[in-house]
């Protein structure tokens, strides 16, 4: 047997991924059941997701972006608007995410359910939201999350975390509790405008029901459902 072979043999049965297994005993998704668009259908399945409270943080979603070259990257992000035009994040501009936005618009968002045994997929493409929606977002952020993105120069390598402290310690001094941030002109949001959604809901032996909706070009939406 080999070192590896030992390993694998040792290894604790639960820490096996392949072991793993769960069965998704849930009410399923029917075409005859779902709103007329896909923000209207996302809407339901948000709130639900509120409602319940099964989810921590049931706006987190992947985001999922590309640079010139076709070479991918992702990372969690939070929602924080969503309406008939799409999905609204807010980043900093120069972060890795919004230089690739910035060379290639596509991107796919994914709202990861588990508890649920949910998953909403998008793909679109990304613009970003003007100065103003921008600032009156950033007024309604806590006042220390207003410093931290002045504080954070995202995505950038530092020396150190005391130094990215000490950034925020100085802001802090500038700006009090109670003073008004000014928005970094460096930060703003982006929607995402979708071209198809899917809606994923676990079924029992891996038949999922896949349900996704693509855009048409006089502006209506047309329903697939997928093999899972």
Do not use: C
Request: glycine fraction near 6%; hydrophobic fraction near 35%; proline fraction near 8%.
């Amino acid at each position: 047997m080999t070192d590896r072979d030992s390993t694998a043999a040792d290894r604790d049965p639960r820490l096996d991924p392949a072991a793993m297994r769960k069965q998704y005993r849930v009410e399923g998704l029917d075409e005859t059941n779902l709103a007329p668009t896909p923000m209207a259908q996302f809407g339901r399945w948000f709130e639900e997701a509120v409602v319940q409270e099964l989810v921590y943080e049931p706006n987190a979603m992947v985001v999922s972006t590309a640079d010139a070259d076709g070479r991918p990257s992702s990372r969690t992000v939070l929602l924080k608007h969503y309406d008939d035009q799409g999905f609204v994040f807010y980043t900093n501009y120069d972060s890795r995410k919004a230089r690739e936005l910035g060379a290639n618009p596509y991107v796919s968002l994914l709202f990861p359910w588990h508890p649920m045994a949910r998953q909403v997929l998008v793909t679109g493409t990304a613009r970003r939201t003007g100065r103003d929606e921008t600032a009156a977002y950033f007024r309604t952020r806590p006042h220390g999350s207003q410093l931290g993105a002045w504080a954070s120069t995202q995505s950038a390598v530092i020396p150190s975390r005391a130094e990215l402290e000490s950034s925020y310690a100085d802001l802090l001094a500038r700006y009090p509790e109670g003073e008004q941030v000014p928005v970094p002109p460096h930060w703003g949001g982006f929607r995402i405008a979708p071209q198809t959604v899917e809606f994923w809901q676990g079924r029992e032996n891996r038949l999922h029901d896949r349900l996704r909706y693509t855009t048409q070009p006089d502006g209506t939406w047309h329903l697939d459902r997928l093999s899972p």
